[in-house]
């Protein structure tokens, strides 16, 4: 079945700091991909997407590229602040469009001022 | 707009007991899914609800099992309590024709003793 692994953390960064979280994926036919963030005492809430190959999701300075011949949909952010302590999770739609998510185990990031 | 609510937002069972959370969808969204998140993890689905059947499980015992009524909200039901059911259980709900996001409420956060 699909599945996906997702770096482990906890990552501790310093403000500014280059952020990557590393997630590859298997899966049967084309996913699309998301990268998931959950803050502390909040549910999980959408950052980005990508729906086929070579596409970039972007958003609050954070992207993430759909390379499907590595299989991956690492999450990148040039300047990390402290606002951006949280749990990010790498999940794969199992079937493109049905919603049904694998999650990854979630990778911790806190930043220091 | 109204969000996705769940209740109760915290509860306390013993071991063989039956436990109901409830989820009301975001306006307008008709499928619902449900996920359980264990401290540390990542959310694994158990199932999703479309026109008030299940459409999909993931890899969880009978036990589990629920329901979706006409207005979308939904009810997840769990009998024979064990102790590995402790924790997280996230709703999420989603338009059928959509971006691919799921929106997640804050989750019920079960403890079994």
């Known amino acids: 079945g699909n599945s996906v692994t997702q770096m482990e953390g906890p990552v501790t960064l310093s403000e500014e700091a280059f952020l990557t979280i590393n997630c590859t994926y298997t899966a049967t036919g084309y996913p699309s991909l998301f990268w998931y963030v959950q803050y502390p005492g909040e549910g999980l809430q959408l950052l980005l997407k990508a729906t086929k190959a070579d596409d970039k999701g972007s958003n609050k300075g954070f992207e993430a590229t759909y390379r499907k011949e590595t299989t991956s949909f690492h999450l990148e952010k040039g300047s990390v602040q402290v606002s951006d302590s949280a749990v990010y999770f790498c999940?794969?739609?199992?079937?493109?469009?049905?919603?049904?998510?694998?999650f990854g185990t979630g990778t911790r990031l806190k930043v220091l001022a | 707009e109204t969000g996705v609510t769940q209740s109760p937002t915290h509860l306390i069972k013993t071991r063989g007991q039956q436990v109901t959370l409830r989820c009301s969808s975001q306006?307008?969204?008709?499928?619902v899914s449900w996920y359980q998140q264990a401290l540390g993890q990542g959310p694994q689905f158990i199932f999703q609800?479309?026109?008030?059947?299940?459409?999909g499980r993931g890899n969880f015992p009978p036990r589990f099992s629920g329901l979706q009524f006409p207005n979308y909200s939904s009810e997840l039901n769990v009998n024979a309590l064990e102790l590995d059911d402790s924790a997280l259980y996230l709703c999420?709900?989603?338009?059928?024709?959509?971006?691919?996001?799921?929106?997640f409420g804050e989750g019920s956060r079960l403890t079994v003793l």
């Open positions: 609800y479309y026109r008030e059947e299940e459409n």
């Open positions: 999420a709900s989603s338009p059928r024709q959509g971006t691919g996001e799921l929106f």
């Open positions: 306006s307008g969204h008709n499928t």
């Open positions: 999940a794969p739609d199992s079937t493109s469009g049905t919603y049904k998510y694998i």
